[in-house]
């Protein structure tokens, strides 16, 4: 065991000392911060749109339009009035930047609920606030036709919406809301995936190097090849592990950060406080650990016997394609199992212990998986490691100490019989 | 006396071939053992399956009179393969405390001992350094640090003078013959005969897999050939061609250019070619009456297409 603990203990400190481990271990707080300042810079908003209102109505709603756009923050709306080349001079404005857009507005507009608005750039948030500002409008003067007090009217008005999302999930109502949870699966489903492979193929690289420097036959003959194997994979795994808490320190940190960044951006510190890391349950990370573990040992046992069975760089990229495509199964199906997380296709990826490290714990945040589920996935990708691991720990063991070319599928076979 | 390695009729077979075949051999404690033999002979195998990297087909290997090879006395062993490597991308003292580690060594101790041999050896400034900055010959040193720093009573050295240059040559032979001093055991293969003779207690030539003959370096000579003269010449070599070939003097030669290696035919009398080869005008440096070389030996054993393997050189029998 002492003799495992030092392969564990050099495949970790070997590997963490690697420019590479810092870059990415760096990499991923730095596109988290620069998500919350992306976030923050958007609070703080698209600086504000000038637009001209041209009006061509013959009475004051044109006045009134610009009076109801006067309240928005995001658009300072101006009246002008209609005329032979006013829309010619204006789109010419527009072309010199001087103007955002115009809105042209006419009597039509409370019987028709039809308006123009003519710009360089058509951002959705100004249109949804031109909208929103001109259908209040469109109400207001509609109802006042009908005889309405103008006050009962700003008042029936004056009520916004708050829709409150809850999500049920095995028998818990949460609050997550159905963007956040969605945002969980997909990204879980990335990281798993990237993971899986990144740290798979390192393991991959480490057997490849042991063989192509000829050091192996010192480990050889010294340790069990499994005791290595097991080492290898064990240490390249707790690397990933390491990154994945410095990834999530981090990001907890700048969460914590949150409003001294928005400080020091200038903007809003109330706005900053918004923003917060998506809801995790405890039952959900562990899920996740579980699969990450579980996918993580099935792979790089295969990987370790591509490793094994290559006796270069070239071979080894050409004899891990077929690893690397069963797992890109699981990655090509990730759209598909987050929109119907409860379909036949994910349920089958689910129980597949080549897909299941990836597909369960999608499943499983999207709240529609059963504990009995849960546990027959698991079951199965315990079984399939302990029957991949037994092959590839055979491979492994005749490979590591073979040169020259590369062994056909018989020689294969037959490794695994008489190792 | 105990023996620390005894290999009792191991046979190994590769697709097709037989590497090794029914080879029993017996290392005595204290003492320095070559395993000698062509290329291809099959030693490297035979060490591989002492040390537990390949297993044998049928036979066993039992080290320090107990079952098992190298891998369950890792400890107590110190093994340098045929074919040496380190990892090129971790430090020096890293690599070699890693290596101790793995063979059971405690970690203090292996720290202790890889930086006390890395100032013996002069490599103290090295330490912190990668392994592929070191030169080709800091990285033998280091690999040899790693073979012995643990202190084994039992040092198996696969083809060991091979690619070494002289300096670490140099190194390697006194640490062997301390070793010895120390009650140590050394088992070495090798197909370069003068290191065999110079270094070895006993010896064993094997070939195709086959044991040929063992026993002390000795034994082996009073075995095999019969009275021997060794001529070396100063210029001239007169008429010594036609002396040579004279059949009902000389039973085989080996010729070397300026010196040659002759066995008298069976009651032929050394005196008569030393008086023929004067009279024919050849300058001598050298006439002795000698015991055969272990080379002369190795030639006559092996036969003539191992010998040319021998001349040519390169490491071989290493296969998979």
């Known amino acids: 065991m002492r003799k495992v603990w030092a392969v564990i203990r050099r495949e970790f400190v070997e590997r963490v000392r690697t420019k590479w481990f810092w870059v990415s271990a760096i990499l991923g707080p730095v596109l988290f911060a620069g998500i919350i300042v992306f976030q923050i810079m958007q609070s703080i908003g698209g600086a504000v749109r000038n637009i001209a209102v041209v009006d061509s109505t013959t009475n004051d709603f044109g006045t009134q339009v610009v009076e109801a756009l006067a309240t928005s923050r995001l658009i300072r709306a101006t009246r002008v009035p209609a005329g032979p080349h006013v829309v010619d001079s204006l789109t010419r404005l527009v072309e010199q930047k001087e103007l955002n857009g115009f809105l042209i507005v006419s009597n039509a507009l409370p019987e028709t609920g039809k308006a123009e608005y003519r710009a360089s750039n058509l951002s959705l948030q100004t249109i949804e606030e031109l909208q929103r500002a001109l259908s209040r409008l469109v109400v207001k003067v509609r109802l006042e036709g009908k005889g309405v007090n103008p006050a009962v009217v700003d008042w029936a008005q004056d009520m916004r919406i708050t829709l409150d999302q809850k999500k049920i999930a095995r028998g818990k109502t949460t609050s997550e809301s159905a963007g956040q949870s969605f945002f969980t699966a997909y990204a879980m489903a990335i990281l798993l995936f990237m993971a899986i492979l990144l740290y798979g193929v390192n393991v991959m690289s480490s057997v490849l190097e042991e063989k192509t420097t000829r050091i192996i036959e010192v480990l050889v003959s010294s340790?069990?090849?499994?005791?290595?194997?097991?080492?290898k994979v064990v240490g390249a795994g707790a690397v990933s592990f390491f990154q994945f808490v410095i990834w999530g320190v981090?990001?907890?940190?700048?969460?914590?950060?949150?409003?001294?960044?928005?400080?020091f951006l200038g903007a809003d510190a109330s706005q900053a406080q918004g923003i917060t890391l998506p809801h995790i349950p405890f039952a959900t990370i562990?899920?996740?650990?579980?699969f990450f573990l579980g996918g993580f040992l099935l792979y790089s046992a295969m990987f370790a016997a591509v490793g094994a069975m290559s006796s270069n760089e070239q071979e080894a990229r050409q004899a891990q394609q077929p690893v690397t495509y069963l797992l890109m199964i699981s990655y090509l199906s990730i759209i598909g199992l987050t929109n119907d997380p409860s379909s036949t296709f994910a349920k089958t990826l689910s129980l597949v212990p080549f897909t299941s490290p990836i597909a369960t714990p999608v499943r499983w945040t999207a709240g529609s998986m059963a504990t009995t589920e849960l546990v027959a996935s698991l079951v199965l990708l315990g079984l399939a490691i302990v029957g991949v691991t037994w092959v590839a720990s055979r491979i492994y063991r005749v490979g590591i100490l073979m040169t020259g070319k590369r062994p056909t599928m018989k020689e294969l076979v037959r490794w695994v019989r008489t190792a | 006396m105990s023996s620390p390695v005894i290999v009792d009729r191991v046979t190994k077979?590769?697709?097709?071939?037989?590497?090794v075949d029914t080879l029993s051999l017996t290392v005595p404690s204290g003492i320095i053992y070559g395993l000698l033999g062509p290329n291809g002979a099959g030693k490297t195998t035979t060490l591989r399956m002492i040390m537990d990297i390949y297993e044998p087909d049928s036979g066993t290997v039992r080290l320090f009179d107990q079952v098992g090879g190298g891998r369950t006395h890792s400890a107590r062993i110190g093994y340098l393969p045929e074919e040496r490597g380190l990892y090129p991308k971790m430090r020096v003292l890293d690599v070699l405390v890693f290596l101790a580690e793995a063979k059971g060594v405690p970690r203090r101790v292996a720290r202790e001992q890889s930086i006390s041999w890395l100032d013996r050896l002069g490599l103290a400034d090295w330490r912190l350094r990668k392994v592929s900055d070191l030169s080709k010959g800091m990285q033998q040193k280091v690999q040899f640090i790693s073979t012995i720093l643990h202190d084994p009573d039992l040092v198996i050295l696969d083809e060991p003078f091979s690619g070494l240059d002289p300096v670490n040559s140099q190194v390697l032979r006194d640490t062997v013959l301390e070793y010895r001093r120390r009650g140590k055991t050394v088992l070495f293969s090798t197909h370069i005969m003068e290191h065999a003779e110079k270094l070895c207690d006993r010896l064993c030539i094997i070939a195709r897999g086959k044991k040929l003959i063992d026993g002390t370096l000795a034994e082996v000579k009073s075995t095999h050939g019969g009275k021997h003269v060794i001529v070396a010449f100063d210029g001239s070599q007169g008429s010594a061609q036609q002396i040579f070939a004279d059949r009902r003097l000389v039973a085989k030669i080996q010729d070397f250019g300026q010196q040659a290696e002759l066995e008298l035919a069976a009651g032929a009398d050394a005196q008569e070619i030393l008086r023929a080869l004067v009279t024919s005008g050849a300058r001598l440096a050298r006439f002795e009456l000698a015991s055969p070389s272990l080379h002369k030996i190795f030639v006559d054993l092996v036969g003539p297409d191992a010998a040319t393997a021998v001349a040519t050189g390169g490491n071989g029998g290493a296969h998979a």
């Open chain 1, 286 to 290: 562990a899920v996740f650990m579980a």
């Open chain 2, 13 to 19: 077979r590769f697709a097709g071939h037989t590497a």
């Open chain 1, 250 to 263: 981090s990001a907890r940190l700048l969460i914590s950060l949150r409003v001294p960044i928005a400080r």
């Open chain 1, 223 to 231: 340790l069990r090849p499994f005791q290595l194997m097991l080492g």
